[in-house]
């Protein structure tokens, strides 16, 4: 299974779009698990062997930070397109995943 993680301002907004994107993964064949975070908390969150990490575009303006972060990790980081934020977003932000980093997921 691959871990994924997705940062939010609190942690709380991105639990819907999380389970949208690990729906989509998983009906696309994926074997994908989606944590969300709270951005003060990606620092320790992000040690624990994701694949790859995600930020949500209302907390672009702290993306430069959290992209140290994951670096220091060697984990992938994308900056989520604000059409795959939401409700019904996984299968538009499994493609920009796809589109931007290829198989990752696979």
Do not use: W
């Not at 790859?52 to 989520?80: M, T, W």
């Not at 397109?81 to 995943?97: D, E, N, R, S, W």
């Amino acid at each position: 299974m691959k871990k994924v993680l997705l940062a939010c301002a609190g942690g709380m907004s991105s639990a819907i779009a999380a389970k949208s994107l690990q729906d989509a993964a998983q009906a696309a064949g994926k074997d994908v698990e989606v944590h969300e975070t709270s951005s003060q908390a990606f620092e320790e969150e992000i040690t624990k062997d994701y694949v790859l990490a995600l930020v949500a575009p209302q907390i672009r303006h702290r993306f430069d930070h959290l992209k140290e972060l994951a670096d220091q990790n060697n984990v992938p980081i994308l900056l989520v397109a604000p059409k795959g934020y939401t409700p019904i977003g996984g299968k538009f932000l499994l493609k920009q995943i796809t589109d931007e980093l290829g198989d990752i997921l696979d």
